[in-house]
């Protein structure tokens, strides 16, 4: 080729030198390029130095043959030592050659595209800034060269880079942002380790803020974090607890809204160190953002829960699960209950005395269709405007509460969160939770036959709520038309009030508890329940009957109980049920009221209850019986006792029999036995008791009544001086409203039905039930 005339300036003899494939001929060619570059720089001759440039370039830099290509990268690089300070006028022609050189499958190319860009760069210094990009992307490249040469120049030329950079305060980051965000997803370690590098390098200058960018940066980060190298994850873990530092000391700053969603996947993670780093994150985002971050509530819950469950393999996640839950919760509040959306726009100045305090960084919001990159800082959002939007996604909340509640693998702290999450809805939302009450319904009942006593404890506190609620009660909301309809008998206590709410906390008399239309389905279904699972009313019936009536008014829970069983047309169950909650009524602590309420028949109300109760017990003769002794009634105790003949005695019978004397021994039958000292006033008591000793065979209760009656003092022994007198005791006018003689004929219409289905059961089996005649 005529090399004099295609490549001046370039001496015929250096175009040789560049070729040859001995280095130290190329290295004194590029000097002599550097000598007459700083000629022309002299000359101030930019036309010759763009091109000599250009013929380094095109004729050498990126020529096929590889020894030209090392000679015009020597040259490059010799130019721009040339140039010197003048080198940045160049740069985009000095570099890119170079930089197509860094994908040559010859090592020992890459190796001296690296050298070459390294003396260019430490030339021109800050004015390779506006080429940062391509420098970047180059060098992630080299990052992960398989040759140990190559990576060793390009961490050199990285170091440079970084120096550059950090000292400069002309860093183009809005421009970098995308190109970090495209390279962080990279899987090659020594790329993520190139990457992460840069990370902490911008982070740690003062004038570059990274924090604003972070949202499109941390998904990526966290996937790092899962990298199989310790030191990777030891690196990532550095750079994502810088960050948190910094997002502690400018909350005001921090796009919340945009990284909410990236956190909630993360929190959900395989990865024990990923899940974990997520979660705190999580924790400080809630505590730090508050109700900004309410709108993402269902995704949150969504990853926390499970993780209540965790063992002590995972204990750090299960704590900072649980901070996180809590922290939530407390960001419900009442205002979120308000019935017209459009009331949701909250106006700060108006709420300086919400039950959990707002601080000011928690006065922005975005909702969770907001766009990405369009969510302003709290600052942003407290100029100018003093209104925010915050929106409870309310169904979203409950449909994963639901989900978890239906999934039967999930632990038990997880299932209490839940029914503690419902509890507080329905104490904050009450309005819009009566929306979901029909769908929730079903489960919560099903949730009662769980194997945690906790469990059923916190259930039984929701369906409580629901049945007593005010909200259940207000026109629009409350799901009467849902409910089972109420006999026309039903004398339940059940006042409807729409005008005014009973503010919570708020005791409300025995006789007139507040309750809803909930209140009768809760039982209709509760009884219903125990009918189709005879083994949970055996093992918690009682538990769950006895919390109730702490939780609710134990009047409503027996005549309402009563009502429905009244109308029960398993009559075999009805027997069972009524033994179940006669043995509750006389035996639990939690009903001392009730008992004693029953006891006198004072009031009204009273004997309505007995009433309504009696008829119910008649499908069990027994407990009827033991009610009438609890209410008194001892004449229409003797009476029943006296039916006992013309009843089917059975072992079943005589069991039950056995059982209520034993209950007679007991410290709630002590005004009973005390009775048997005033036997002028008493009569029927000892009648009915002597009855229900000839009922017994000769067993231990025979003996043991037989005792008791034996103490029975002789009237004549204890007739008073002015024996005339009557004790005032036995006087009980009250009671004298009640119709004993249709009561006792609803008792034999009760007991002929179950007589007559005894029979036909019997017949059935085709075997005869067991009986025992005296």
């Known amino acids: 080729m005529n090399a004099e005339r295609d490549l001046a300036p370039l001496a015929p003899s250096v175009v040789r030198a560049l070729n040859d494939k001995l280095y130290e001929k190329r290295k004194v060619a590029a000097l002599e390029i550097e000598k007459l570059v700083r000629e022309f720089v002299a000359q101030n001759n930019t036309s010759q130095i763009k091109h000599v440039i250009l013929i380094l370039s095109q004729e050498f830099a990126l020529s096929q043959h590889p020894h030209s290509r090392k000679g015009g990268l020597i040259g490059l690089a010799a ?21 197509t050189c860094f994908n040559d ?35 992630s490249k080299l990052a992960a ?24 305060n002309q860093f183009d980051l809005v421009g970098f942002i995308p190109l970090l965000r495209e390279r962080i997803y990279s899987n090659n370690q020594y790329a993520r380790q190139f990457i992460i590098s840069w990370i902490l390098v911008l982070e740690s200058v003062p004038d570059i803020n990274l924090l604003d960018y972070l949202p499109e940066i941390l998904d990526g ?6 990298d199989n190298s310790k030191e990777i994850r030891k690196m990532c873990e550095v750079a994502l607890g810088e960050f948190l530092k910094e997002i502690k000391k400018n909350p005001s700053s921090v796009k919340f809204a ?46 926390v829960l499970p993780c209540l469950s ?30 017209d959306e459009a009331k949701q726009s909250v106006t700060l100045s108006e709420e300086p005395n919400l039950e959990e305090p707002v601080s000011k960084p928690e006065a922005a919001s975005s909702g969770p269709g907001s766009i990405p990159g369009q969510c302003s800082s709290f600052l942003d959002g407290m100029e100018g405007e003093n209104r925010i939007q915050v929106t409870l996604n309310l169904d979203g909340i409950v449909q994963v509460l639901d989900c978890h509640l239906h999934d039967t693998s999930i632990g038990m702290m997880t299932r209490i969160a839940v029914l503690k999450w419902l509890y507080h809805l329905y104490i904050k939302t009450p309005r819009k939770m009566f929306r979901h009450t029909d769908s929730l319904f079903p489960i919560l009942l099903r949730t009662l036959s769980d194997e945690s006593d906790e469990v059923i404890l916190k259930d ?64 209709i279904n509760l009884l219903k329940r125990f009918s189709s699972e005879r083994k949970l009313l055996e093992t918690r019936g009682a538990f769950i009957i006895r919390q109730l009536c702490l939780l609710l008014n134990a009047e409503n829970i027996f005549h309402s109980m009563a009502d429905i069983l009244l109308r029960e047309e398993d009559l075999k169950f009805a027997s069972t049920m009524v033994h179940t909650l006669n043995t509750i009524l006389l035996t639990s602590s939690e009903l001392f009221q009730l008992r004693n309420q029953l006891k006198d028949l004072r009031t009204p109300e009273s004997r309505n209850l007995f009433c309504c109760l009696y008829r119910s017990w008649c499908h069990n003769p027994v407990t009827t019986v033991s009610l009438c002794f609890l209410t008194q009634n001892y004449k229409h105790a003797y009476d029943l006792i006296q039916k006992f003949g013309d ?104 007991q002929s039905k179950h007589l007559e289905v005894r029979h036909q059961r019997a017949g059935r089996a085709e075997q005869p039930e067991r009986r025992v005649v005296l």
């Not at 190319?109 to 391509?134: D, M, Q, T, W």
């Not at 849902?482 to 729409?498: F, T």
Request: aromatic letters at 8%.
């Open 145 to 168: 060269d398989p040759d140990p040469n190559v990576k060793s120049g390009s961490e050199l030329l990285d170091r440079l880079l970084k120096d550059i950079v950090t000292e400069s």
């Open 258 to 303: 945009e990284m909410a969603n990236i956190l909630v996947i993360h929190c959900q993670a395989a990865d024990d160190l990923i899940q974990l780093t997520a979660m705190c994150w999580m924790r400080e985002f809630i505590q730090l953002a508050g109700r900004v971050m309410l709108p993402y509530s269902s995704g949150i819950l969504t990853a």
């Open 310 to 339: 965790y063992d002590d393999r995972k204990k750090n996640i299960k704590e900072v699960a649980n901070v996180c839950n809590q922290s939530l919760m407390k960001l419900v509040i009442p205002e979120d209950d308000e019935v």
């Open 647 to 750: 009843l089917e005695v059975t072992v079943d019978f005589l069991t039950e029999v056995d059982k209520l004397v034993q209950l007679i021994e007991c410290p709630i039958f002590t005004y009973l036995r005390l009775q048997l000292l005033d036997v002028k006033n008493n009569p029927y008591l000892i009648k009915a008791l002597y009855g229900l000793l000839m009922l017994l065979p000769q067993s231990s209760a025979f003996q043991l009544l037989s005792h008791r009656l034996q103490c029975v003092p002789n009237p004549e022994l204890m007739q008073s001086a002015d024996g005339s007198r009557v004790s005032t005791s036995s006087r009980r006018p009250a009671s004298s409203t009640i119709d004993y003689t249709e009561l006792l004929q609803h008792f034999d219409k009760v």
């Open 79 to 99: 130019c721009s030592i040339a140039l010197g300070k003048d080198s940045g006028l160049y740069l985009k022609e000095l570099i890119e050659p170079v930089l």
């Open 221 to 226: 980060l966290f996937q790092i974090l899962g």
């Open 105 to 139: 499958a010859d090592s020992r190319l890459r190796y001296y595209a690296c050298e070459a860009l390294y003396n260019i760069v430490k030339v021109a210094r800050g004015s390779v800034l506006p080429h940062f990009n391509v420098l970047f992307d180059g060098l």
């Open 460 to 523: 039984l506190e929701v369906l409580a709520e629901i049945a007593s609620s005010p909200a259940g009660q207000t026109e629009g909301y409350g799901p009467s038309e849902a409910a089972e309809p109420r006999p026309s008998q039903v004398e339940l206590h059940v006042p409807i009030r729409n005008s005014q709410l009973r503010p919570k906390g708020l005791e409300c008399s025995p006789s007139t508890p507040t309750m809803n239309s909930y209140f009768y389905k809760f039982m």
